[in-house]
């Protein structure tokens, strides 16, 4: 990855243009051409440097509710467990923890009483029955920009 790179990933992380060519945008903002942009792009994707391109949006702001929960997994159920987690389009991460509640995800739906609906669902499927719903009283938000 040279200084290219790197300021590239500086670019798209906080300040990603609203235009009908952002990558165009990005391009002239560092005096190069919009393929090299996306060129760059596509090699650090490959390379697992970039996982997406995505908005970030407040759930709150969009009438749906969101939460962490975590999971205490038997070993040998977390395979299944992850999988049928995953396949719920409210997830928006899921990851393993070396605690005796190892499996941690976020879940965002409509309402709480979805969110437990699921939560259920969930257990059933997999017969993990130590699901908690932890909703955050208050949000604090920080803003992780990596400077590269």
Known sequence: MDDTDKAILNQIQSDFPITSRPFSEIAKRLNLKEQEVLKR?????????????????????????????????????????????????????????????NIWFTFIAESREKIEKYLHEISLKTGVTEIYNLPALRVFKIKAQFEV
């Open 41 to 101: 792009l596509t090699r650090l994707k490959k390379m697992g440097i970039i996982r997406r391109i995505g908005g970030n949006f407040n759930p709150e702001r969009l009438g749906f509710t969101s939460t962490l929960c975590a999971a205490r997994v038997p070993e040998n159920k977390i395979d299944k467990f992850v999988e049928v987690v995953n396949g719920y389009p409210g997830v928006t991460h899921n990851y393993r923890r070396n605690h005796d509640y």
